[in-house]
C-alpha cells in the first residue's frame, strides 16, 4: 500500500510563491507517473500537472503553464510542485496521487490519493 501526504500549503498574497511536496511512503512510487490535483470549493477536482515516473516528461493545465513546475527526487520518493506568481483563482485544496490507467487528465485514472493540502491566494 502506498500513502501519499502533501504539504507546504498556506496563505499567500497574489504574485507570491509556494511549493508543494507530495512525499510517498510504503512503496517505492519511482515507477509510477505522478499527477497534482487541485479542487477549489463548490467545484470539481481538476488536473494541474503530472510527471512520469522517471521525471523525463511533464504536463500543465494552461491555466498554470509558465508559472507551476513540478519535478520529483525519486532516492526521496517526492514529487514537488513549484507555483510561482500565484493568482486568487489558484485558491485549493491540492492533492496529489500516482497515475494507474485511463486518461491521465481525469482524477478517475489516479489511487492512492494524499489529504490535500490548502493553497489560499488573497488579492
Known amino acids: 500500500q502506498v500513502r501519499m501526504v502533501e504539504s507546504g500549503g498556506g496563505l499567500v498574497q497574489a504574485g507570491g510563491s509556494l511549493r508543494l511536496s507530495c512525499a510517498a511512503s510504503?512503496?517505492?512510487?519511482?515507477?509510477?507517473?505522478v499527477g497534482w490535483f487541485r479542487q477549489a470549493p463548490g467545484k470539481e477536482r481538476e488536473f494541474v500537472s503530472r510527471?512520469?515516473?522517471?521525471?523525463?516528461?511533464?504536463w500543465y493545465a494552461d491555466s498554470v503553464k509558465g508559472r507551476f513546475t513540478i519535478s520529483r527526487d525519486n532516492a526521496e520518493n517526492t514529487v514537488y510542485l513549484q507555483m510561482n506568481s500565484l493568482k486568487p483563482d489558484d485558491t485549493a485544496v491540492y492533492y496529489c496521487?500516482?497515475?494507474?490507467?485511463?486518461?491521465?487528465?481525469?482524477?478517475?485514472?489516479?489511487?492512492?490519493w494524499g489529504q490535500g493540502t490548502q493553497v489560499t491566494v488573497s488579492s
Open positions: 496521487a500516482a497515475y494507474f490507467s485511463g486518461s491521465a487528465y481525469s482524477p478517475e485514472g489516479y489511487k492512492y
Open positions: 510504503g512503496r517505492t512510487v519511482s515507477s509510477y507517473a
Open positions: 510527471i512520469t515516473g522517471s521525471g523525463t516528461t511533464t
